[in-house]
């Protein structure tokens, strides 16, 4: 369990909020496609997968 409430930025964050606005969404408006995108957002942001995680960030290079 600490593994998922541990290391939240802001991207997490913005997943997070994302997600469950378009379930909320979903469920308020009875489109449940929309749904299934809030839960891919919200569950990246809650198990720290792809670009929520940091995945996708480009390393820095100094160069000399």
Request: aromatic residues 18%; glycine residues 14%.
């Amino acid at each position: 369990m600490k593994k998922y409430i541990s290391g939240w930025d802001l991207r997490r964050i913005i997943y997070l909020i994302g997600g469950l606005f378009f379930i909320a969404l979903a469920v308020k408006d009875q489109v449940w496609w929309m749904g299934l995108i809030g839960l891919y957002y919200a569950g990246m942001a809650v198990f720290k997968l792809g670009c929520a995680g940091g995945n996708c960030a480009v390393p820095y290079t100094e160069k000399k």
